[in-house]
């Protein structure tokens, strides 16, 4: 058994730690909110399951070994100990990530250097320099290394591009969502994967395409390379084989439908719908949110709306979020509804009370999941009274 680390994003880790067990690997219990992953031990088909299956992670780190350096030298010998003979080839181009933090070798560029001689050590030839972007195939090998009180964690990346990369999202509209993070979003929803979806601003169209790869089962993974097929023990023949290990997809699709005002990031989401092989999946439309037209039975609502940081000014988000409030109470009473939301004051105006699922970053900036039942619309004067400090009606200008 290896001893792995999946990489996601702060406030992923629960979800991403259920996504494991779910296939039937061995994650830590309670993973650590902020801790940037998940610790969990596979086999080796298993960390290649973990990569190709995973869909809220963003890479998944081998530990390649773990020593004590208070010194340089101490470092190099120790560190040419390690068996990279079993992920690197003589001459494999590599790049290095530091990270020091309470440790005498503190000088994370220094402790880079150190590395190609190690390597070298152990496989009679210096690695090839790598780093920049590059084509997946072409990407240098990645190592990782953490110094934590003088303590030395060494790493092989598995994953090579980062895993939110499904090959499918070539054309972008305005502030595109990872689609690690759409999924998380899905998850975190409660979604059953079989009830009606409805996304009010698709944007590029992730949420829904991911909803639609969600529902009929199909490997996130499955039209990508990874860095682990680079490695000197990976077996070409039996790689088909664990892609063809996939669950059976249920009879019925859900009805997932998908709007958004600008023409053009529609023609985007349909593009990228095509490239993921879920077009005929999602029903795709140029529209307001006020012109939407939900399934007639409750579903789930779940969408990424303009924050105001960087899409629209504010005073016009105010408008914009009391308009989404009235429109889901008038159209979508009882339907459960995830919003992603950067400011919760705006959230506020829309006036239907949800509650945080989840905290994350999305581009660098802090959002929040925000959840709940949408009310009728007769329920607005008692959620007046109760929450008199959040007001629906939107704040002044």
């Known amino acids: ?16 730690a259920q996504e494991l067990r779910d296939l039937g690997l061995q994650a830590e219990a309670a993973p650590r909110f902020g801790a940037g992953g998940v610790r969990f031990e596979a086999s080796y088909q298993g960390m290649q399951r973990a990569n190709l299956l995973l869909r809220c992670a963003d890479r998944v780190l081998v530990r390649l070994g773990e020593f004590h350096a208070a010194t340089f030298s101490e470092f190099e010998t120790r560190a040419g100990r390690l068996p990279w003979e079993k992920h690197l080839s003589p001459g494999r181009p590599v790049a290095f990530k530091v990270a020091s933090r309470r440790s005498r070798l503190y000088h994370e560029s220094a402790v880079a250097m150190r590395l190609p001689g190690a390597i070298a050590r152990r496989l009679g030839q210096p690695p090839a320099a790598g780093g920049g972007e590059a084509p997946a195939e072409a990407l240098p090998q990645l190592i990782v290394v953490l110094l934590e009180d003088d303590h030395c964690t060494v790493s092989v990346d598995s994953s090579g591009e980062l895993l939110h990369r499904r090959s499918y999202r070539l054309a972008t509209a305005k502030a595109p969502l990872r689609e690690t993070l759409a999924c998380a979003i899905l998850k975190a929803s409660g979604w059953d994967a079989a009830s009606p979806l409805i996304d009010p601003f698709c944007g590029s169209g992730t949420i829904p395409i991911e909803a639609a790869l969600l529902a009929r089962r199909i490997p996130p993974g499955a039209a990508r390379r990874f860095a682990f097929m680079d490695w000197p023990g990976f077996d070409r023949a039996a790689w088909p084989k664990l ?8 009879a019925a699709a859900p009805r997932i439908m998908a709007s958004d005002r600008d023409a053009g990031a529609v023609r985007a989401a349909r593009e990228n719908a095509e490239r993921a092989g879920v077009a005929g999946l999602i029903e795709f439309s140029c529209r307001a949110v006020s012109a939407i037209e939900p399934a007639p039975a409750p579903g789930w609502l779940v969408c990424n709306p303009p924050y105001g940081v960087r899409l629209r000014g504010k005073n016009d988000l105010r408008d914009l979020y009391a308009q989404l409030g009235k429109v889901l109470r008038a159209k979508c009473a009882g339907w459960r509804a995830a919003l992603l939301c ?3 004051r705006l959230l506020a105006g829309a006036g239907l009370g949800f509650e945080t699922r989840l905290s994350t970053l999305n581009g660098g900036l802090k959002v929040s999941l925000e959840c709940g039942t949408i009310p009728q619309a007769s329920k607005i004067a008692i959620y007046r009274r109760e929450r008199p400090g959040l007001d629906p009606r939107p704040p002044s200008a």
């Open 342 to 344: 950067g400011d919760k």
């Open 243 to 250: 892609l063809a290990e996939k669950s059976t997809a249920p």
């Open 1 to 16: 058994m290896e001893s792995l680390f999946a990489v996601c994003a702060p406030g992923l880790e629960p979800i991403v």
